[in-house]
């Protein structure tokens, strides 16, 4: 089983940055693959970076060249820094976690895409992110 506690949250301006983390409590071996995911009320939720445990990362297009994912093994956190922040960055944003990706989820993410939202076994309870202009 794993525990996801998203942090990070709040309310900046466009052009602002903002950095999120996730702490993660693993009693059963270590993440394989982890990501964030974002929400916004009437829309699915949208992979926007993931990471795999040999540090190989991939990002939506819309964020490319502003966010970066990273994670550190020894404090157990996945970060999300996120900079040039925009209003349609605005939404919940989710950690999440699989402990044993699949072919397809290290495919995706060899090839610079998110692994969809199946591909995910554990997540965060989110933490809104708010951008005004």
């Known amino acids: 089983q794993v525990h996801l506690v998203e942090s990070g949250g709040g309310s900046v301006q466009a052009g602002g940055s903002l950095t999120l983390s996730c702490a993660v409590s693993?009693?059963?071996?270590?993440?394989?693959?982890m990501g964030w995911f974002r929400q916004t009320p009437g829309k699915e939720r949208e992979g926007v970076a993931a990471i795999r445990s040999d540090d190989t990362t991939s990002y939506a297009d819309s964020v490319k060249g502003r966010f970066t994912i990273s994670q550190d093994n020894d404090k157990k956190t996945l970060y999300l820094q996120m900079n040039s922040l925009k209003p349609d960055d605005t939404a919940i944003y989710y950690c999440?976690?699989?402990?044993?990706?699949?072919?397809?989820?290290?495919?995706?993410?060899?090839?610079?895409?998110?692994?969809?939202?199946?591909?995910?076994?554990?997540w965060g309870q989110g933490t809104q992110v708010t951008v005004s202009s």
């Open positions: 999440t976690a699989t402990q044993r990706s699949s072919l397809s989820s290290r495919l995706h993410v060899a090839m610079g895409r998110v692994p969809s939202v199946r591909e995910f076994d554990y």
């Open positions: 693993d009693y059963t071996g270590s993440t394989d693959l």
